[in-house]
């Protein structure tokens, strides 16, 4: 597989997708809310956005499927995320925090 | 009793499906809603106390399974399934809401991606096209002379299609072009 730093950057979609799973296992629904909730209603994923990332994240092998708990609906399919996922967002969080630190740095030069 | 299906006549390119989705709205505006999608007619029930938004996909090859997980994932996501034309594009519709209209791809990037398999397989189409053609041409010119009179309209007809299909592609390309500049 790639590097995790090769997969930067994610879209917001992927990104998303993948810190909502790394809290617990989800179905694409539960994503959908979940990245609604943690962005504060500004991402919102479409069911065709939604169905091409989970495919190509599990093409990828960013996220697996989860095996259904027992008693629960096994028509709605769960996920998980990988350890290979888990990398690519700690890498993600690095280059967002880069971004971040030079940004302000300059704004914050730039001021006086 | 059955419910009664009113026809309409139906005409779409698949570089420009989203002509196709406005005219599903329209429609359903007025009270007729999309049953079923044909070639030529596509079959409408009548209801003027609801109103839908419909949206198009294009999906194709998803076995039977896959299809049934696609169909969740999309219903769970508030989308009706209502029809699909040839195995391959999928019409859902949602309760219309006032404000923008729902859409099925959110980023550019989903979207240029799903433009880019469109298009990808109008290229396919139009190259197997092209071959299948030339090698039929070569065939009938190496055994058999004088049948011009068949083989020139034939000829004719495939000019068209390629054109059509080379058409679409190019289409396609400037669809995908606009939205990523």
């Not at chain 1, 971040?100 to 914050?108: F, I, S």
């Not at chain 2, 003027?48 to 996501?77: C, F, I, N």
């Amino acid at each position: 597989m790639k590097s995790p730093q090769q997969m930067l950057p994610l879209t917001e979609a992927f990104y998303y997708i993948l810190i909502a799973l790394y809290k617990e296992p989800a179905h694409g629904y539960g994503i959908m809310q979940d990245t609604e909730k943690m962005s504060g209603g500004r991402v919102k994923i479409g069911a065709g956005t939604l169905y091409t990332a989970l495919n190509t994240l599990l093409k990828k092998g960013l996220i697996d499927h989860y095996p259904m708990p027992e008693g629960s609906d096994p028509r709605r399919k769960m996920y998980q995320i990988t350890p290979d996922g888990k990398n690519v967002v700690a890498a993600e969080i690095v280059r967002l925090k880069e971004l971040l630190a030079a940004g302000e740095q300059v704004v914050n030069e730039t001021k006086e | 009793m059955g419910e009664h299906l009113e026809k309409r006549f139906r005409f779409t390119t698949s570089w420009n499906y989203e002509k196709e989705e406005e005219w599903l709205n329209e429609l359903s505006a007025q009270g007729l809603h999309l049953k079923k999608a044909g070639t030529f007619h596509s079959l409408f029930t009548r209801n003027p106390s609801v109103r839908y938004t419909y949206r198009l996909d294009y999906q194709p090859g998803l076995g039977t399974e896959r299809l049934q997980e696609y169909k969740d994932l999309y219903e769970d996501a508030g989308w009706e399934y209502v029809s699909s034309y040839k195995g391959a594009w999928h019409y859902f519709r949602t309760e219309w809401e006032s404000g923008d209209l729902p859409k099925l791809y959110t980023d550019t990037e989903s979207l240029t991606e799903h433009y880019k398999k469109i298009q990808r397989v109008i290229g396919i189409l139009m190259l197997t096209n092209v071959i299948i053609f030339s090698t039929n041409m070569v065939n009938v010119l190496n055994h058999y002379s004088g049948v011009w009179g068949i083989i020139l309209p034939v000829a004719c007809i495939y000019v068209l299609l390629f054109g059509l299909l080379g058409y679409g592609y190019v289409k396609t390309g400037k669809k995908i072009k606009k939205i990523t500049s």
